[in-house]
T-cell receptor, first 112, second 116 residues
Framework: GIQVEQSPPDLILQEGANSTLRCNFSDSVNNLQWFHQNPWGQLINLFYIPSGTKQNGRLSATTVATERYSLLYISSSQTTDSGVYFCAVVMILTGGGNKLTFGTGTQLKVEL | NAGVMQNPRHLVRRRGQEARLRCSPMKGHSHVYWYRQLPEEGLKFMVYLQKENIIDESGMPKERFSAEFPKEGPSILRIQQVVRGDSAAYFC??????????????FGSGTQLSVL
């Protein structure tokens, strides 16, 4: 099956710093999503980005599908950004529906 | 417009008991997915259901696990004779099921199952 790897696995930032998280995948995909799992375990959709670049406030994401990677940029980080960031690649299931294969995650801690 | 609702939020079972996890999809959504997250890992696909049908269960363990999505009521993930290795967070997601190639999945808050 498809492999999804994320780097770095762990990241500690001082509040206000910028960072880039990377997601590599081993095969062509139909789409890609970025999620933030907060310290309470909730999964929050950040971006749905098969290709190109999207921005939402302090976050932006870029996917280069032909080279099989995606990047998540966090600027001016805040303590509320702490948690685990997952990328997930989307494959269409036989019979319809979408299957997400999640990466290994990046554990981010933002300190004052 | 309520999101995907899962209950209970936390469930504690002793080894050998049964666990029933419930998921009510978003209003208007007819497709439901179940994912499992083991400690320190990402989520892994278990099963995909439409109303009254299991479409893809390639991620379900072959024994003790079953899922249903009846015509009326929530989707149920059932784990019989639980073992400690079943301890995990179980997430449900739903989508509209409009046949689009890239429908968004919306996730619930998960059920944390702890087996003593």
């Amino acid at each position: 099956g498809i492999q999804v790897e994320q780097s770095p696995p762990d990241l500690i930032l001082q509040e206000g710093a910028n960072s880039t998280l990377r997601c590599n995948f081993s095969d062509s995909v139909n789409n890609l999503q970025w999620f933030h799992q907060n310290p309470w375990g909730q999964l929050i959709n950040l971006f749905y980005i098969p290709s190109g670049t999207k921005q939402n406030g302090r976050l932006s994401a870029t996917t280069v599908a032909t080279e099989r990677y995606s990047l998540l940029y966090i600027s001016s980080s805040q303590t509320t950004d702490s948690g685990v960031y997952f990328c997930a690649v989307v494959m269409i299931l036989t019979g319809g529906g979408n299957k997400l294969t999640f990466g290994t995650g990046t554990q981010l801690k933002v300190e004052l | 417009n309520a999101g995907v609702m899962q209950n209970p939020r936390h469930l504690v079972r002793r080894r050998g008991q049964e666990a029933r996890l419930r998921c009510s999809p978003m209003k208007g959504h007819s497709h439901v997915y179940w994912y499992r997250q083991l400690p320190e890992e990402g989520l892994k696909f278990m099963v995909y259901l439409q109303k009254e049908n299991i479409i893809d269960e390639s991620g379900m363990p072959k024994e003790r696990f079953s899922a249903e999505f009846p015509k009326e009521g929530p989707s149920i993930l059932r784990i019989q004779q639980v073992v400690r290795g079943d301890s995990a967070a179980y997430f449900c997601a739903s989508s509209p099921g409009q046949g689009l190639a890239n429908e968004k999945l919306f996730f619930g808050s998960g059920t944390q199952l702890s087996v003593l």
